[in-house]
């Protein structure tokens, strides 16, 4: 039985050949309607959530399955005190699959090692969301027809932000990806991403605090929020919330090619008049998130493409 808990879970030949299923879901989304007839999907998010719990569900309505689960901690046991390991072994019971999402890091790996049925982290904390990176991945190769050879700049909550150090853990897989990190000085990188995974495999980096500078150089600009949920302080969230605005005007400093990513929700870090941009990818993102999130439903219940 596999779980996906981090992207490293599967491997870059895994990862090219799920982005080719949901290509071809995208362009064939009948051919799927019913290769998980009969199949349910547990969702257990005890962290808010509009994309990732909703595109699952529906991803699972789209290939013929059934959906139960909860929205939040308060409406689920864990409300009477009830462990998350005792939790996934009663879910196990009742659906096929489990995508779960939790405020504290490792939860999904705690749920992974108590669980029946293969379980996905949908965002654990501050650490991951491979779900997110596999729809970043769709989204890069869709639009740049590549995921080797690009310039990419993370922008905004580079410390705290899971979709950030997931998707540089997948992309320093590929072939001269070079990464251009734009943040405050508090919100830099975590060190063990730095030491860990961008030094430790040679990969080209450099760290600004300005993003008109940057803008530039890049193919794709993946841009996040300050996330108010992981500050202690709000005076500290006060004063870096608006520290980078993509507005019309920076956008006239980037390429002509150079697609703007963020995984969503937005707060005030690209202005709405961004959104009528066409380099502007984050609500085609969204949609791609769907196709992904089936095709990794089916490999994780081992249902094969039909022909
Ligand atoms: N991108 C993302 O994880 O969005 P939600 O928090 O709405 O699921």
Known sequence: MKHLLN???????????????????????????HVCDGKKLATCFYEPSTRTRLS????????????????????????????????????????????????????????????????VNAGDGGHQHPTQTLTDLLTIHS??????????????????GRTVHSLINALVRYPNIRFVLISPPELRVPEYIREDVLKAKNIEFKEL????????????????????ERFFNEEDYIRLKDCYILTPKKMKL???????????????????????DPRAAYFKQAQ????????????????????
């Open 56 to 119: 699952f569900e529906a991803a699972m309505l789209n290939l013929g399955g059934s959906v139960l689960g909860f929205s939040s901690a308060d409406s689920s046991s864990a409300a009477k005190g009830e462990s998350i390991a005792d939790t996934i072994r009663v879910i196990s019971c009742y659906a096929d699959i489990c995508a779960i999402r939790h405020p504290k890091e490792g939860a999904a790996l705690v749920a992974a090692m108590n669980s029946g049925i293969p379980v």
């Open 7 to 33: 992207p490293l879970d599967f491997t870059v030949e895994e990862i090219d050949e799920l982005l080719a299923v949901a290509g071809d879901i995208e362009k064939n989304p009948s051919k799927y309607a």
């Open 209 to 228: 605090g300005n993003l008109d500078e940057a803008l530039p150089e890049l193919d794709i600009l993946y841009m996040t929020r300050v996330q108010k």
């Open 254 to 276: 980037a390429k002509s090619d150079m697609y703007v990513l963020h995984p969503l929700p937005r707060v005030n870090e690209i202005s709405v008049e961004v959104d009528k």
């Open 143 to 160: 639009l740049k027809g590549r995921l080797d050879n690009l310039t990419v700049g993370l922008c905004g909550d580079l410390k705290f």
């Open 288 to 307: 791609y998130g769907v196709y992904v999130r089936m095709a990794l439903i089916m490999k994780l219940l081992e249902v094969n493409a039909p022909c």
